[in-house]
């Protein structure tokens, strides 16, 4: 039998940080730009790996198998999320961080040919 942690307040506002997130995004401009931040953010990282995996050339393929694995997550993560027909703000910004991710990584390999 396990016993019941505490409800400390630490706990309570790391548990309510998506709700509280998702109220101060209700104006579109805020969400707007938290989704900018997201597709940017996501677009450096990718950008970065493939860089960076590129000049190395040992962890190509470790870099490419780690990177479509995360791919392969968020789109079940986004399925799963899918049958709530309601807009998510995490749902949105996991779309825009895959689509940054992706742009990044395509971008560099066109850089490479």
């Known amino acids: 039998m396990t ?4 409800s400390t307040r630490l706990q309570r ?9 998702d109220q101060w995004a209700t104006n579109p401009w805020r ?14 990282v990718g950008n970065g ?6 000049s190395l050339g040992l962890m190509d393929p ?19 999320w899918a049958r709530d027909k309601r807009s998510h703000l995490g ?3 996991l779309d825009m961080t895959r ?4 742009y990044g990584l395509l971008l560099e390999g ?3 040919l």
Do not use: C, N, P, Y
Not at 13 to 19: E, F, I, P, Q
Not at 71 to 77: K, Q, T
């Open 110 to 112: 066109f850089k490479l």
């Open 31 to 44: 969400r707007a730009s938290l989704l900018l931040i997201a597709l940017t953010g996501s677009f450096m």
């Open 13 to 21: 506002s790391v548990g309510d940080a998506l709700t509280r997130l």
């Open 91 to 93: 749902r949105q910004l």
């Open 62 to 80: 470790v870099a490419a198998m780690l990177s479509v694995g995360l791919m392969e997550v968020m789109v079940r993560v986004r399925r799963h």
């Open 3 to 6: 016993a019941r942690l505490q």
């Open 49 to 54: 790996i493939a860089s960076i995996s590129g």
């Open 99 to 102: 689509m940054g991710l992706l």
